[in-house]
């Protein structure tokens, strides 16, 4: 059970070993956690449930029950942002050279059928959050817009059903 998060790394229409598509902060982000849960949060619950074990009885200890099950947590979480980095492919947005198109890291405005504009940065896996516009580049819509240009039209699927979208602007960094 504890191997189960391991193995559902691959995504979705990605063949395994693909890399992951990131922007160096997307990149900064996650090596900073790996950081701070190997270097720092892992040590004090291993003190922590050293500590519980020395007083003896663990069938009863709550110190001890839950500084193992913290510890496998962490041990999952590392081992996963491990997986991640190792196949990470950081993608600069500020270097793109070609920015009349639209790639990985670009900022796109476009209208919808119904006149409204929606901007969106195109982003990695781990990075979208769509409340502040940062959709991955495997969404739909992302999938739609690449390699798009300005006026060109794309088509999306949606729940609702096939939406037309036009690109109204680009840009990165």
Same mark, same amino acid.
């Given at each position: 059970?504890?191997?189960?998060? /391991?193995? =559902?790394? /691959?995504? +979705?229409?990605? +063949?395994?070993?693909? +890399? ?36 003896? #009885?663990?069938?009863?200890?709550? #110190? ?32 793109? =050279? ?20 929606? =901007? ?5 896996? #781990?990075?979208?959050? =769509? ?20 006026? #060109? ?21």
């Amino acid at each position: 059970m504890a191997e189960e998060d /391991d193995d =559902t790394d /691959d995504l +979705p229409g990605l +063949p395994p070993g693909t +890399p992951f598509y990131m922007t160096p902060e997307g990149h900064a982000r996650l090596v900073e956690e790996l950081r701070r849960l190997w270097t720092e949060e892992r040590p004090k619950v291993v003190e922590t449930v050293a500590w519980a074990a020395s007083l003896g #009885d663990r069938s009863e200890n709550a #110190d001890y029950q839950y500084g193992k099950r913290r510890l496998r947590e962490i041990d999952r979480r590392v081992r996963f942002l491990r997986k991640r980095l190792e196949r990470a492919q950081v993608v600069d947005p500020a270097a793109q =050279t070609k920015r009349d198109q639209v790639f990985f890291g670009a900022t796109v405005t476009y209208a919808r059928a119904d006149d409204s504009e929606v =901007t969106v940065t195109i982003v990695g896996v #781990d990075e979208a959050d =769509t409340a502040r516009g940062r959709i991955s580049f495997l969404s739909p819509v992302a999938r739609a817009l690449l390699g798009r240009r300005v006026g #060109d039209l794309a088509r999306v699927r949606t729940p609702q059903g096939v939406e037309e979208i036009e690109v109204l602007a680009i840009r990165y960094g």
